[in-house]
């Protein structure tokens, strides 16, 4: 074995500055705002939106078709939304974006209004929520790197994590809460969160992007096409995000909660919805701990024994028939997974060039959403197969394969050691 320097190089890194001094900046502050607003929105419309298709259709199927009718519009835009990011104002790519998103939610209040008695018109909608969706991915990812300083982005990005998973925790409530007492409420509330999400938006002051040097180059597939080889040709960028990909894609046992809350845990309704609680408590405990004590070394060796211990939680998830065990094994996964977003919301933007990060964010989002997307698939289809206690059991088995695979076959991911200076140039206030 061959010594080799850490990739964050000799000089030691700068030293993030306080939570609280970052939370100082107005910027900050209305970001984090628009981020759980928007978040909330779109967890409440599409918890009532499941609901309503499953009294509509009784047909998991369908409800299955809600989340690739919202993945491919992501897999067909997210090159061009990313060229669309490097070449616009992402600030007001964003609003837009969330404006489409609330006319798209109002046109779902509309049709419940109604009564909608067909899928087909709910399933349109949903593929014009995704279209927006992935439109806002690229400019979203990328305006954290524009806000503050580089030193900076260790403490915004968990964040930008707390304020996402405070809206995966609400959002829900509030989305049933809202559809139990009247089912167009639900969508309602949701437009009235996404205009808050818009609101604030003015009030974001970007850092002064680099210009590029040379002739700066139209939008267009050459262009976008450009986030793919930037990802390619570093292997971090391509170790990262294959990593997570690939965990997520096996390790996606969420989708069975369901069944095995049932079947082997002997628990209600009510039982389940604390068991997707205990994701979201172990994801926020840890953000939090991540805003107070950022990390700043072994930042590879970090991310792999994360993404491993993710998915030895998913062995035990599969394999218990006690609820407490099931419990602590969600929150474990979830705290686990919180840190791997870190480190690669962190890390991704910070080694892309300024130039390139709409591109290679879009790029990753779409990556990372298929993941989503189509490992609550594969868990569905081997649960089917195997029984979801098996399927769940063997995807935290291939997680952990993964892991060794990617420390294998990227030994420049496991050797970062701190979070690297930003590659773009010096940016200016506005």
């Known amino acids: 074995m061959h010594d080799e320097p850490p990739v964050s190089g000799t000089a030691p890194p700068t030293p993030p500055p306080s939570a609280r001094e970052v939370l100082r900046d107005r910027s900050v502050v209305a970001f984090l705002v628009s981020v759980t607003a928007a978040t909330m929105a779109t967890l409440a419309q599409t918890t009532a939106l499941g609901y309503q298709v499953f009294e509509l259709t009784g047909r998991e199927l369908?409800?299955?078709?809600?989340?690739?009718?919202?993945?491919?519009?992501?897999?067909?835009l997210a090159v061009p939304a990313g060229a669309l990011a490097d070449r616009f104002d992402r600030r007001t790519m964003y609003g837009l974006a969330l404006a489409g998103e609330a006319?798209?939610?109002?046109?779902l209040a509309w049709l419940t209004w109604r009564g909608v008695d067909e899928f087909g018109p709910l399933l349109g909608m949903?593929?014009?929520?995704?279209?927006?969706?992935?439109?806002?991915?690229?400019?979203?990812?990328?305006?954290?790197?524009?806000?503050v300083a580089p030193e900076a982005l260790p403490r915004i990005v968990p964040m930008f994590s707390a304020s996402w998973q405070i809206g995966l925790i609400a959002g829900p409530v509030l989305g049933g809460v809202l559809y139990a007492t009247d089912p167009p409420l639900a969508y309602?509330?949701?437009?009235?969160?996404?205009?808050?999400a818009i609101g604030v938006l003015p009030l974001l002051r970007l850092r002064r992007?680099?210009?590029p040097q040379g002739a700066v180059e139209r939008p267009g597939?050459?262009?976008?096409?450009?986030?793919?080889r930037v990802i390619r040709h570093n292997p971090v960028l391509l170790g990262t995000i294959s990593l997570d990909l690939f965990a997520v894609l096996f390790g996606g046992a969420v989708a069975l909660l369901p069944a095995i809350a049932t079947t082997r845990l002997g628990t209600d309704a009510s039982g389940l919805g604390w068991l997707r609680a205990a994701g979201g408590i172990g994801a926020a405990l840890t953000t939090a701990?991540?805003?107070?004590?950022?990390?700043?070394?072994?930042?590879?060796p970090t991310l792999l024994v994360c993404v491993a211990i993710f998915g030895a939680a998913t062995i035990v998830l599969g394999a218990t028939t006690s609820f407490a065990v099931a419990f602590v094994a969600l929150f474990v996964m979830s705290a686990a997974d919180a840190v791997s977003v870190f480190v690669r919301a962190t890390l991704v933007p910070l080694i892309t060039p300024d130039e390139y990060r709409g591109r290679v964010l879009a790029v990753e989002n779409v990556f990372i959403g298929a993941s989503n997307e189509l490992g609550a698939f594969e868990s569905g289809l081997t649960g089917q197969l195997f029984g979801a206690p098996a399927a769940i059991v063997l995807g935290g088995a291939a997680t952990i394969v993964v892991v060794v695979v990617a420390a294998v076959a990227f030994p420049a991911l496991r050797r970062i050691d701190g979070f690297p200076p930003a590659e773009s140039a010096t940016i200016r206030r506005e």
Do not use: K
């Not at 369908?62 to 067909?76: C, I, M, R, T, Y």
């Not at 006319?103 to 046109?107: A, D, E, H, L, N």
């Not at 949903?126 to 790197?145: D, H, K």
């Not at 701990?289 to 590879?300: C, E, H, K, Q, S």
């Open 289 to 300: 701990a991540l805003v107070a004590r950022p990390l700043r070394r072994r930042i590879g």
């Open 126 to 147: 949903v593929v014009l929520f995704g279209s927006f969706r992935a439109l806002a991915a690229p400019a979203l990812r990328a305006l954290p790197a524009t806000l």
């Open 103 to 107: 006319i798209t939610v109002g046109g």
């Open 62 to 76: 369908d409800l299955g078709l809600l989340g690739l009718a919202e993945f491919l519009p992501a897999l067909v």
């Open 188 to 196: 309602v509330g949701s437009v009235a969160l996404l205009l808050l």
């Open 221 to 228: 597939w050459r262009s976008a096409l450009d986030g793919l």
């Open 209 to 211: 992007r680099a210009e």
